[in-house]
């Protein structure tokens, strides 16, 4: 990197915003991989041949996307690329308005149960085990909303990852992220954290069967049930936030 390969000059058009779409394209073509640090402002500069300022405003509008990140001691580097540092900015967006929740959960209801549907058909009998140990240590955190959360998680992703499609898997944890805020608010209300083991119980016992549309369906539920409660905990937090406002 610090010999400059890679970077070639660029017109002076909306400078800070061509330098931030040539530092993604390295990033999506992998010249410039997560963990990797990016020569300095002044570097980068001199190869792009634009100004510091330029840089330093796209570095900027990339750090908040979450693509970069800074570290302590200095320096920027390329991030994780995990869906929770570049949804970030989205989560932002959704937790400031209600019909976004609506939108999320009707893509969630779309691809969590088509997930379902291919789960059953592929899940092997490892993954299957897996669901079912969760299961047993979820029913213990019923009442450890922040457990509840921990172990849902991971049930999720071990049914996503059954269907060996990284596009469908990254797309539902993508979503799944933009939901966490309001479902750790939805998951201390009493009864939420029941409903999802109980919907949880269903979906295990449609993988089991080999049975597609009734996983797929399991899964429908589970999805509206979420979506029904996460509405409900962003209504009592609004009225909560108007009544303090007096």
């Known amino acids: 990197m610090a010999s400059g390969g890679g970077f070639a000059p660029i017109e002076r058009h909306s400078v800070a915003e061509q ?5 993604l394209d390295l990033v999506r073509t992998k010249n410039l991989k997560p963990g990797d640090q990016l020569p300095t402002e002044r ?13 330093r405003e796209a570095l900027r509008g990339l750090q908040i996307l979450g693509v970069l990140k800074t570290r302590q001691g200095g320096g920027v580097y390329v991030s994780s690329l995990d869906a929770s ?4 900015p989205l989560q932002f967006l ?12 009707e893509a969630r209801l779309m691809i969590d149960g088509r997930i379902g549907r291919m789960a059953a058909e592929k899940i092997g009998p490892a993954d299957l085990e897996r669901l079912k140990k ?12 922040l457990g509840f959360r921990v172990s849902d998680s991971e049930f999720h992703r071990v049914i996503w990852d059954t269907t060996g499609n990284p596009f469908l898997v990254q797309i539902s944890s993508s979503l799944y992220v933009l939901g966490m805020e309001y479902r750790r608010i939805a998951a201390e209300t009493p009864g939420v954290t ?14 089991e069967a080999r049975d597609a549309e009734a996983a797929g369906r399991a899964m429908e539920r589970h999805m509206t049930n979420v979506h029904r409660s996460t509405v409900e905990a962003m ?8 009544g303090g406002s007096g």
Request: hydrophobic fraction near 45%.
């Open 94 to 105: 959704i937790t400031l308005n209600a019909e976004n929740i609506d939108a999320l959960y």
């Open 43 to 55: 570097e980068l500069a001199a190869f792009m041949q634009v100004s510091r300022p330029s840089v």
């Open 134 to 145: 969760l299961l047993v240590v979820q029913r213990d955190l019923i009442h450890d909303p």
């Open 85 to 88: 540092d570049l949804l970030s």
């Open 19 to 23: 330098v931030a779409r040539k530092l």
């Open 235 to 242: 209504e009592r937090t609004q009225r909560s936030g108007e």
């Open 194 to 207: 029941g409903q999802s083991f109980a919907d949880h119980e269903v979906i295990v016992a449609a993988l």
